[in-house]
Structure formats: structure tokens, C-alpha cells
């Protein structure tokens, strides 16, 4: 329940995140590298994972 909130606040806020945390469940899942169902500490450490991986990059130049 705890680790379906926080999908569901993601959901909200960042839909795109939200989206690849899903596919990268999803995948996991089907490969069996991780158990269901998905409690939040491990749903945290998805998406670290995830969010590593889609977070944009911005650079400034003066």
C-alpha cells in the first residue's frame, strides 16, 4: 500500500517518471530479479535506478 501512494504521488507530479518506474517494474518482475509484491523500500531503490537514468542534464554557459 505504501509503495502504490508513492507510485500514485509520482504519478501526479512527474507522469513521464512514473511511466519508466512502471517499464522498469515491469521488466524486473517478468525476469524475477525482484519479488511481488514490491514493498517501498524496494520501490525506492527502482527508482534511484530510474530516475538516475531519465533526470536531464542542464548546462549554462555565460
Known sequence: PEALARL???????PELAEALEQ???????SGRVKVPIDDDTLKKILEAVYSQTRKEYKFRL
Do not use: P
Open 8 to 14: 500514485d504521488n509520482i504519478r501526479i507530479v512527474r
Open 24 to 30: 522498469q517494474i515491469i521488466a524486473l518482475a517478468s
